[in-house]
């Protein structure tokens, strides 16, 4: 039983995820559905022996959906599947045409709600003695044009609400349109009633008050409010956007010893691969010839460009910036890097969040409830009304109120509140270089007072370095370091491997040895320009009746002395150790700044582990622990009553990563293991770490102030629209502010997510 992720057509609210979730459970097969008002999509899984997506489409059709299962895909998609998406449900073009079909209606309505609220502006300062009467004729053209353009405003532009009200008296499914269409086909109905039936009526009600106003005025603000957010929502999906942006069309391939430009899905594994400068990288692989600098930042966040040579590995969507090289492909289509990011962006920003249970609880009843709330609002006005204010006003007044309740209730704000400040926080995450899961790890990463990290490649670099030189001869540095390279590239062991990347780096010239010799589990001996050296410990030293000082110190501090000797005398002591990255200093500070405590696990010994954590400010330290035991200190940590997250490498730190409240995988280049926790660091880079928090805190923060502003606005609008507040202070709303308020509720709270690309983390 796999799970599938379907985008949905005609989905754009809160109730419209639960009635689809509502009637898909009851279909027989079906194991579990999540739907998504934020990305327009639904999560199934089900049993294809028993149902199919077909049959599931059918069920919904009815109410006004349909399951786009052209564009289905499973978790483990191909990349190519994902190449149309702005990370909502629709391609690019679909949002496009949307947007575009919103903008024709909103042009073709706008010019009528000017023209009405002319009318009503008139009507009103008139009364108030700051303009002339209408003249007659004025007022007859306007008696007969109102009803006309309100005719075309509702059964033109409104037809999505009249259709929403239609399903809900044929099959009971009421969501957002319902509450729209039956606000503004009864101001429509009265006031049709009230024109027609004129004389008959006059005696009863006020036959000049008529609401062919609010049926134009309150459409066209609602029609405004969505095309605003159709715009918004499409800018949530720029991070997918970008990502995909990223992917090349085509390939440069060397096949049958001839350059050849290829589809990007003919591409193979072994594949030779040419790269020319300022082009994309079209797969992941190895180097194999030549070398450049590569621009890595649209994927890992990095700005400065990468050396890359022989061996090292390139990712696809990066951008080689200067020369031409070739690579061996070792991944390609749905095994790349940038497609499982692709893949990953779009399953966490499709994720629901733990606080987004409490606003699904309450769409599930909305629209029920305001419909129920709208009733008695009218009836309570005509009972109660009528004996203070009279049949006529009461009646009016009823019926400003019913239309107003049923025309502020959205739930599009409250649906809105959650999925979009996730779609946007993911997103922005990803350009960081920080892969979330799942929402569920960003709002708790938020809440962690524990960071736990692991010292070996995430506090260090995870690799032995020459760190520092104590030269005591009359040799300059940088001939004991020619010497130390030239005798150490003959050798295999690691600190000699550590001393030859120096090499790399500083560019050193070799010179050439003679004499070459191992010796065994002690150093080697080899003669360099006529004079013989030994390379070793402190044991080889005290054979060759060297004398040094103590070498204590320095083992206490995780450094490891190599000794370079000329007979019996010391000429120098190389330091190699595991380095301590440049940012771990200033990441730890910054996690206390945020108030979080700060521990190191660490298999090491307890000096060295002292050591680094004093060099780094950590808080506490526990060393010599098996992996056993770091999960043991996480549960320790967590009887406290303490959220811990755990960042490691997500190999030997698997158990605890796994028991963390959340688990943060140090990953580098395209080893990256986006499965092995909650969050993944691109480039094993713990600086990122703090901007994961931080991301989590702004993420979490928008959507508080989202739930906030869409309970309030509720809360208040609704007692406000029927009228609670008119026996004490005279306020009644007009249903033309309740639908500018709708339209603008929604906006707001997408805007309010969106925010959250320009913050700083």
Known sequence: MNTHTYPVRGMHCASCASIIEKTLQKVDGVHHIEVNPGTEAAKISFDHARTSLEALSREIEPLGYTLVTEHAHEEAASHSGHGAHTGMNQTKEEKIREIAHLRGLLWSAAPLALISLGVMGWHLTSS?????????????????????????????????????????????????????????????????????????????????????DVTIIVITFITLGKYLEARAKVKTGDAIEKLLNLQVKTALVVRDGREREIAIDQVVHGDQIVVKP?????????????????????????????????????????????????????????????????????????????????????????????????????????LVGTHYLGFSLALAYGLTSFVGVLVIACPCALGLATPTAIIVGVGKGAHEGILVKDAATLEMLHKADVVVVDKTGTLTRGKPELVSLENDSDKSDEEIVRILVSLESKSEHPIAGAIVAHEDEKKIVRASVDAFTMLKGKGIAGRVGGVTYHVGGATLARELGAAFDSLEQHTREGKTPVLLLEGARVLAVAMVADAIKSEAITAVKDLHALGIHVVMLTGDDVHTARYIANQ?????VVAEVLPEDKLNKIKELQ??????????????????????????????????AIESAGITLLHGDISKLVKAVRLSKLTM??????????????????????????????????????????????????????????KAV
């Open 128 to 212: 108030l003695g700051l303009v002339p009467q209408m003249s007659a004729a004025l007022r007859a053209l306007v008696a007969w044009l109102l009803p006309l353009m309100a005719t075309y405003v509702l059964f033109v532009v409104g037809q999505p609400y009249l259709r929403g009200l239609y399903r809900f008296l044929r099959h009971g499914a009421a969501n957002m349109d319902t509450l729209v269409g039956l606000g503004t086909l009864t101001a429509f109905l009265y006031s049709v009633v009230v024109t027609v039936f004129a004389e008959p009526l006059r005696a009863f009600v006020d036959v000049s008050a008529t609401y062919y």
């Open 278 to 382: 300022a082009s994309r990288i079209p797969v992941d692989g190895i180097v194999s010839e030549g070398e450049s600098y590569v621009d890595e930042s649209m994927i890992t966040g990095e700005p400065m460009p990468v050396k890359k040579g022989v061996s090292d590995a390139v990712v696809a969507g990066t951008m080689n910036t200067s020369g031409t090289f070739v690579f061996t492909a070792t991944k390609v289509g749905s095994e790349t890097m940038l497609a499982r990011i692709v893949e990953m962006v779009e399953e966490a920003q499709g994720s629901r969040a733990p606080i987004q249970t409490l606003a699904d609880q309450i769409s599930t009843v909305f629209v029920p409830v305001v419909l129920v709330i709208a009733f008695v609002t009218l009836g309570v006005w005509l």
């Open 616 to 620: 780094v400010g950590i808080d506490e």
């Open 639 to 672: 009887q406290q009553g303490r959220v811990v997250a755990m960042a490691g490498d997500g190999v030997n730190d698997a158990p605890a990563l796994a028991q963390a409240d959340v688990g943060i995988a140090m990953a580098t280049g395209t080893d990256v």
């Open 701 to 758: 923060r928008g959507i508080k102030q989202n739930l906030f502003w869409a309970f309030i606005y509720n809360i208040v609008g609704i007692p406000l629209a029927g009228g609670l507040f008119y026996p004490v202070f005279g306020w009644l709303i007009s249903p033309i502010f309740a639908g500018l308020a709708m339209a603008l509720s929604s906006v707001s709270v997408v805007s309010n997510s969106l925010r959250i690309k320009l």
